[in-house]
């Protein structure tokens, strides 16, 4: 089994095996958790939640059922209700085969590190299943930000940025290893920060439990860097090539772009095993999938 684009449409199915004689590695589907919008099944209402993330959930089955040597999916959960929560990842996972939960970087405006969501990573501890994190479109709830037409281009790395750290600095990822924590967009300022996070964070942050720069190898992070070598270089070098999934971004870049998302990896300059790793095999670790 073969785990690797993220939504891969027919022409660049047809591209990817012209070019390398083999049929595209599988994607996932529900990797952008927001179905309805940027606050996904995130509802208030516990009812309008339930009813959206099981409707979404229910159409991602469908869709890796017509191909289930090709797709796994990310379940969408009616947080911040996290007793319904952990209910539908239970029929997600048990019932429909979903190999984790996506989540966007805020919930109704919590913190990915508020404790009512702690039961969630408790289960997907437990599962040794995927906690997908993706932005949430609110341009980190910054005026300075919304207000100047930089929500996607620049509040989007902010947000998963923030996400991170503040699951680091809360101890997430050491209090619960065996979950597996993607964050998107290259860990957006992450492989620039690592350094000058460790040495503010006894000042700033010292009931921290590790080092950021230690808590940061935990995570796993995908390729979406919009084709920039430099970022992703950065990004390989500061959590290994290892830690770096393939994602693509379709539906929302396709054509050339789409392409450029696979071909930018190979024209890095990275060493061909880790190449090879990125578009392949390190997905199949992170998704559990290693020895199918």
Do not use: K
């Not at 940027?38 to 991602?60: C, F």
């Not at 990310?74 to 085969?97: I, K, N, Q, T, V």
């Not at 702690?118 to 005026?143: F, K, N, Q």
């Not at 700033?204 to 970022?231: I, K, M």
């Amino acid at each position: 089994m073969r785990p690797g684009w993220s939504g891969c449409p027919a022409p660049c199915r047809r591209t990817w095996s012209s070019r390398s004689g083999t049929p595209p590695p599988w994607r996932t589907a529900g990797g952008d958790p927001r179905p309805a919008g940027g606050s996904g099944a995130h509802l208030a209402r516990e009812s309008d939640a339930v009813l959206l993330a099981r409707v979404a959930n229910d159409a991602y089955a469908e869709l890796v059922a017509r191909r289930p040597d090709r797709f796994r999916a990310f379940a969408a959960l009616p947080l911040p209700h996290p007793e319904a929560s952990l209910r539908e990842l239970a029929r997600a996972c048990d019932e429909l085969g979903m190999v984790g939960d996506g989540l966007t970087t805020t919930v109704l405006g919590r913190s990915l590190a508020d404790p009512v969501f702690h039961p969630l990573y408790e289960e997907l501890d437990r599962r040794g299943a995927v906690l997908y994190i993706h932005p949430s479109g609110e341009g980190a709830a910054s005026p300075l930000i919304n207000g100047h037409g930089l929500t996607w281009m620049v509040g989007a790395p902010v947000e998963d940025t923030v996400a991170a750290m503040h699951l680091i600095l809360a101890g997430i990822p050491l209090r619960y290893p065996r979950m597996r924590i993607l964050v998107s967009h290259l860990g957006g300022a992450l492989p620039m920060l690592l350094r000058r996070l460790d040495d503010h964070l006894a000042f700033e942050s010292p009931q921290t439990p590790e080092r950021p720069s230690l808590a940061a190898l935990r995570l796993w992070y995908d390729t979406v860097g919009h084709c920039h070598p430099p970022a992703l270089i950065a990004a390989a070098t500061s959590f290994g090539a290892d830690r770096l999934v393939l994602r693509t971004d379709f539906p929302y870049e396709d054509g050339e772009v789409f392409e450029r998302a696979v071909s930018y990896i190979e024209d890095s300059g990275l060493p061909a095993d880790e190449i090879s790793g990125i578009l392949d095999t390190n997905a199949a670790a992170l998704l559990g999938l290693s020895g199918s």
